[in-house]
RNA sequence: CGGGGCGUGGCUCAGUUUGGUAGAGCGCCACGUUCGGGACGUGGAGGUCGCAGGUUCAAAUCCUGUCGCCCCGACCA
């Protein structure tokens, strides 16, 4: 009874074997970081997953500042006629945008739109900000929400309001807009993999499935626990579409009056969802260190007995000084302390109680793969450190290996049909360049090209769908 | 927008078939005993049964309408 009891550790989540949708459900409660709101699709983000937004924004933020960009506030309102503006803009974001149609109790001349994303309001913005090519570069991004009327909605993986970054620049040439489009992409990558230890593949969308007026949409796809894809930022090089669109015009140095060559970039509270489901197992979420709120939880055992909870207390001190730690002192029983650690998904916890004040030593148990050790108390500081830097580590090279062992390669139709109809996760595979393969692999799989990733690998000669020549090797994959 | 499920204390649900004055477990509050993998005792607070009509002496229960949420698909970060 009790070993049983061990193994499933709480009752309160579904394993993701059972019903990998309902798991999910499960441990965005159980870890606390949202509450359904009574409206559809707007979440309550709770302090638990505030905080983890909190850090990626600031990590993430830094790393853009580093490479000159600089922030910026735009409205959320866009008035209908500058939405028109771009064809193929308008056409991708109108069916779902939110419109403000009264003010008070008076209709509006004009409808507002409520921003699904804020091109337009940037060119409006830059067609009289930009005069000359002193002006340029423009490299600003914006923290903000933005809203998108979405039919069937999740938390943080689909919601009707969002948050986010969205980047967007202005450039002289075609040429320094594309560097800008990939220094971007690489920042994106870099992060997930170092800050969110989820492995992404680099790559460039197709034409079907790029960013509604934009001539080249690049993307970075990571590989969820249950075998689907998740696009976990995008980044858009836009030529000089916008520019001819909305009148972006700047006098070169040659006197001469040109379009400036725009970008934009953008990363989600969706990532929220990429860790949990890259991350996560049956006892709850798991957080990489570098965005865990709590990165050590320490749990008295015993707190009633004289000097353990002063004990606690003073690791805690000690171990503000390299982490961010808390001591969990309520009054719970200590089975239950843990479980609620477990489903927090913080990494680290550091068991303290009388047994161990008089040996003076501690427990440390690592959350991403329960292996406990004894630990002295004058190794703390310095094993804490550590682990934390290990638990990085090994979390981003298991799920590598999560993904290579779901990553399949098919040379024909064939193939393709037993991979996608029988085994999780992403499919290599050749392809054409004609949207018809594309849409007969969509239709009857169900699964999209991800994208044509930049490591090329010639698998073979000819189109997985029709067997004509191939142009460019596709990730394939079933998709959030 | 199609298919399925569901709306009853904070949460999970029973009660609806066969109408008769609102239930359980968990959680919450107080006190005490506990504490190395979701402890226990005693006492306590908390609900116009999603909403609007209708039928009836009487509606959580029957009828009509309506709103919302969850899951699965098609579309999107």
């Known amino acids: 009874m009790a070993d049983k009891e061990n193994k499933k550790k709480v009752e309160a989540i579904t394993s993701m074997d059972v019903d990998f949708a309902q798991w999910y459900t499960d441990v965005v409660k159980?870890?606390?970081?949202?509450?359904?709101?009574?409206?559809?699709?707007?979440?309550?983000?709770?302090?638990?997953?505030?905080?983890?937004?909190?850090?990626?924004?600031?990590?993430?933020?830094?790393?853009?500042?580093?490479?000159?960009?600089?922030?910026?506030?735009?409205?959320?309102?866009?008035?209908?006629?500058?939405?028109?503006?771009?064809?193929?803009?308008?056409?991708?974001?109108?069916?779902?945008?939110?419109?403000?149609?009264?003010?008070?109790?008076?209709?509006?001349?004009?409808?507002?739109?409520?921003?699904?994303?804020?091109?337009?309001?940037?060119?409006?913005?830059?067609?009289?900000?930009?005069?000359?090519?002193?002006?340029?570069?423009?490299?600003?991004?914006?923290?903000?929400?933005?809203?998108?009327?979405?039919?069937?909605?999740?938390?943080?993986?689909?919601?009707?309001?969002?948050?986010?970054?969205?980047?967007?620049?202005?450039?002289?040439?075609?040429?320094?807009?594309?560097?800008?489009?990939?220094?971007?992409?690489?920042?994106?990558?870099?992060?997930?993999?170092?800050v969110l230890a989820m492995p992404v593949i680099k790559g460039r969308k197709t034409d079907k499935e790029k960013f509604a007026g934009a001539e080249a949409t690049y993307t970075i796809e990571a590989l969820m626990h249950d075998g689907k894809a998740l696009q976990s930022g995008t980044s858009h090089n836009f030529g000089d579409g916008f520019a001819k669109a909305f009148g972006i015009q700047f006098t070169d140095k040659d006197n001469t009056l040109k379009y400036v060559h725009q970008t934009s970039w953008g990363m989600t509270t969706r990532l929220i969802g990429a860790i949990i489901m890259v991350h996560g197992d049956d006892n709850g979420l798991v957080l990489p260190p570098l965005v865990a709120p709590t990165q050590v939880m320490i749990i008295p055992i015993a707190q009633k007995k004289e000097g353990v909870l002063e004990k606690a207390e003073e690791l805690k001190q000690r171990l503000g000084r390299v982490c961010r730690v808390k001591v969990d002192d309520s009054d719970k029983s200590p089975g239950w302390k843990f479980s609620e650690q477990e489903m927090r998904g913080i990494p680290l916890r550091v068991e303290i109680g009388p047994k161990d004040i008089e040996a003076n030593k501690c427990i440390i148990c690592r959350r991403d793969n329960g292996e406990k050790v004894e630990v002295s108390l004058n190794q703390l500081e310095a094993t804490v450190?550590?682990?934390?830097?290990?638990?990085?580590?090994?979390?981003?090279?298991?799920?590598?290996?999560?993904?290579?062992?779901?990553?399949?390669?098919?040379?024909?139709?064939?193939?393709?049909?037993?991979?996608?109809?029988?085994?999780?996760?992403?499919?290599?595979?050749?392809?054409?360049?004609?949207?018809t393969c594309e849409d007969s692999i969509k239709e009857k799989y169900a699964a999209t090209s991800r994208c044509m990733p930049f490591e090329q690998e010639q698998i073979s000669d000819t189109c997985v769908c029709c067997g004509k020549p191939a142009k460019k090797m596709v990730y394939w994959g079933r998709a959030y």
């Open 30 to 194: 159980k870890a606390e970081l949202i509450d359904y709101t009574s409206v559809k699709g707007c979440m309550v983000i709770k302090p638990a997953g505030y905080a983890i937004w909190e850090l990626i924004q600031s990590q993430l933020d830094a790393r853009f500042k580093a490479t000159g960009v600089e922030n910026v506030y735009l409205p959320m309102f866009i008035p209908e006629s500058l939405l028109q503006k771009e064809k193929d803009h308008v056409e991708g974001f109108a069916p779902e945008v939110a419109w403000v149609t009264h003010g008070g109790l008076n209709p509006l001349q004009e409808r507002l739109c409520v921003r699904p994303t804020s091109e337009t309001l940037f060119c409006d913005f830059y067609k009289n900000d930009i005069q000359s090519y002193r002006d340029l570069p423009k490299v600003y991004n914006q923290w903000c929400s933005v809203v998108r009327w979405e039919k069937e909605t999740r938390p943080f993986l689909r919601s009707r309001e969002f948050l986010w970054q969205e980047g967007h620049t202005a450039h002289a040439s075609a040429e320094d807009a594309e560097a800008r489009t990939i220094q971007m992409l690489n920042v994106y990558a870099d992060f997930c993999e170092e």
């Open 385 to 435: 450190e550590q682990l934390l830097v290990q638990v990085q580590k090994d979390m981003f090279e298991r799920a590598k290996a999560h993904r290579e062992a779901n990553t399949s390669v098919a040379m024909n139709l064939e193939e393709l049909e037993q991979i996608l109809e029988t085994r999780p996760g992403f499919v290599k595979a050749m392809w054409c360049g004609d949207q």
